[in-house]
């Protein structure tokens, strides 16, 4: 039976040939059978020939009634475009009362807050977007040491909504060690949500995140957790912490106990992160940094630490793992700015300084805090419909078309990966890298070649963890 080759990627996995196509399907193949299939000479009677043919590698009807069948998968997992920008942030104040390592908020010095008449005009333009859906998070710094502004902005979005056809979520991510008792209360009583960072136990938390005061960071961010996990049942909400945990040089051979520490405290997901070499973390590499290889050893031994606790019982995930395994295995739509193509930037978020600039994306802003403005979308006096047609949003989604990229465009792992030109021009001062391997590349492969080796080894065991971890 005759066939024509559907456009598909490939490259050698292990004692097999890998194929991913546009649509996120996978098929490991042996050789000989994967020579067979690219000559056109496999065997309609082959146990790979149906195979292919039902996950789009080979086309056996006529091409537009394979086009007809494959656009509407390909258009369902690029639904996320489809969608004006939901995630504005708001960084109330530069000020903070910590100073880690790679924050550039931290420093505690000449620090700035957002008026609030800024705030309005970052709400009004949060309400333009013509989405359904949107998320106001206000960051810092410690937005909590900008206590008034944040409470006015508060009711003035709670009122916006109340006004429009609109379903409004509010965040406030706090560091949990200025924020006292009422101002909690205040906050959950206006269902804001609370995120926190907990980079792992006390001696790792107090290096990376040290208090301006010398007082023991972690103590002063137990004693906030606790009013924070009190005021749940008050309110009843579950009592869950929800928590980042940034990854500096220290904690590479720590993995096990920051998994430990995140138990302690009832938490059952870890979002690890590398470091973004920009701001103050570009200026500190040498001392708090670290190369993908490090990077990527240290996040395979805490999957592989979760996967022992989960096979005994105990319940805990990882947020980049989710991401990836709802790709892969469910080949569900990825709507988080970090893994979408093009990425989220403007599109998706947009980030408002204390100064009103608006950038494409936090990343942008932290760009911005050494000086560099190249991701300057506008400010809060222009309209949203005026920042999304900005000629800088434009070249932003043209930089991160990883389908259309030079090196990407070929890579096996292309249908599952994501780009970010801030951040290449942040190390390269290019939006199109150069490297056939960047800091960023090299760890999504490196992340997703493990988990890929794990589908292939279709452990039952493991399988049916990562199918769970999937429905996060």
């Known amino acids: 039976m005759s066939y024509n080759l559907a456009p598909f990627h490939f490259a050698s996995f292990q004692d097999t040939i890998m194929l991913t196509n546009d649509a996120g399907r996978f098929i490991?193949?042996?050789?000989?059978?994967?020579?067979?299939?690219?000559?056109?000479?496999?065997?309609?009677?082959?146990?790979?020939?149906?195979?292919?043919?039902?996950?789009?590698?080979?086309?056996?009807?006529?091409?537009?009634?394979?086009?007809?069948?494959?656009?509407?998968?390909?258009?369902?997992?690029?639904?996320?475009?489809?969608?004006?920008?939901?995630?504005?942030?708001?960084?109330?104040?530069?000020?903070?009362?910590?100073?880690?390592?790679?924050?550039?908020?931290?420093?505690?010095?000449?620090?700035?807050?957002?008026?609030?008449?800024?705030?309005?005009?970052?709400?009004?333009?949060?309400?333009?977007?013509?989405?359904?859906?949107?998320?106001?998070?206000?960051?810092?710094?410690?937005?909590?040491?900008?206590?008034g502004v944040l409470r006015d902005a508060i009711v003035y979005a709670r009122k916006k909504e109340k006004e429009s056809n609109k379903e409004v979520s509010l965040t406030l991510v706090t560091n949990f060690t200025s924020a006292n008792e009422e101002q909690l209360d205040w906050l959950m009583s206006k269902q804001v949500s609370i995120c926190t960072s907990l980079d792992g136990p006390p001696a790792l938390h107090n290096r990376n995140r040290p208090l301006l005061s010398k007082k023991d960071s972690y103590n002063c961010f137990e004693k906030g957790a606790q009013i924070f996990l009190d005021l749940c049942t008050k309110h009843n909400m579950p009592p869950i912490i929800q928590a980042i945990q940034t990854t500096t040089r220290f904690p590479l051979s720590l993995g096990r106990e920051i998994v430990d520490e995140y138990r302690k405290w009832n938490i059952e997901s870890i979002y690890l992160r590398p470091l973004t070499p920009l701001g103050l973390a570009s200026t500190n590499w040498n001392h708090i940094g670290y190369t993908p290889t490090e990077y990527i050893m240290f996040y395979i031994d805490v999957i592989e630490y979760m996967l022992s606790l989960?096979?005994?019982?105990?319940?805990?995930?990882?947020?980049?793992?989710?991401?990836?395994?709802?790709?892969?295995?469910?080949?569900?739509?990825?709507?988080?700015?970090?893994?979408?193509?093009?990425?989220?930037?403007?599109?998706?978020?947009?980030?408002?300084?204390?100064?009103?600039?608006?950038?494409?994306?936090?990343?942008?802003?932290?760009?911005?805090?050494?000086?560099?403005?190249?991701?300057?979308?506008?400010?809060?006096?222009?309209?949203?419909?005026?920042?999304?047609?900005?000629?800088?949003?434009?070249?932003?989604?043209?930089?991160?078309?990883?389908?259309?990229?030079?090196?990407?465009?070929?890579?096996?792992?292309?249908?599952?990966?994501?780009?970010?030109?801030?951040v290449t021009y942040g190390i390269d001062k290019t939006l199109f890298s150069s490297e056939t391997e960047g800091y960023r590349c090299a760890i999504a492969k490196g992340i997703l070649s493990f988990f890929f080796s794990l589908i292939k080894k279709n452990d039952e065991e493991e399988m049916e963890i990562l199918y769970r971890w999937a429905e996060f």
């Open 28 to 147: 490991f193949m042996p050789q000989e059978s994967f020579s067979a299939f690219v000559q056109g000479c496999l065997n309609s009677s082959d146990a790979y020939y149906d195979m292919l043919n039902n996950h789009g590698f080979l086309i056996s009807q006529s091409k537009q009634s394979f086009v007809d069948y494959w656009a509407s998968e390909i258009r369902y997992n690029k639904s996320c475009h489809f969608q004006a920008t939901q995630l504005f942030i708001l960084v109330l104040t530069t000020a903070c009362n910590q100073q880690c390592l790679y924050c550039q908020a931290s420093a505690g010095k000449n620090a700035f807050h957002m008026t609030l008449d800024t705030a309005i005009h970052a709400i009004d333009i949060a309400f333009e977007s013509p989405a359904s859906y949107i998320t106001i998070e206000f960051q810092g710094g410690e937005p909590s040491l900008n206590d």
């Open 310 to 422: 989960e096979k005994r019982g105990i319940p805990i995930r990882e947020t980049t793992a989710s991401m990836y395994l709802r790709r892969i295995l469910k080949n569900e739509a990825l709507h988080h700015s970090e893994f979408r193509s093009p990425c989220g930037g403007a599109v998706g978020q947009m980030a408002i300084d204390y100064n009103g600039k608006i950038y494409t994306c936090d990343e942008a802003r932290m760009l911005a805090s050494l000086g560099d403005d190249s991701f300057l979308l506008g400010t809060v006096n222009n309209t949203y419909r005026e920042l999304i047609k900005s000629p800088v949003a434009h070249a932003l989604c043209t930089a991160s078309c990883i389908e259309a990229l030079p090196m990407c465009s070929d890579c096996v792992y292309q249908p599952y990966c994501a780009t970010c030109p801030v």
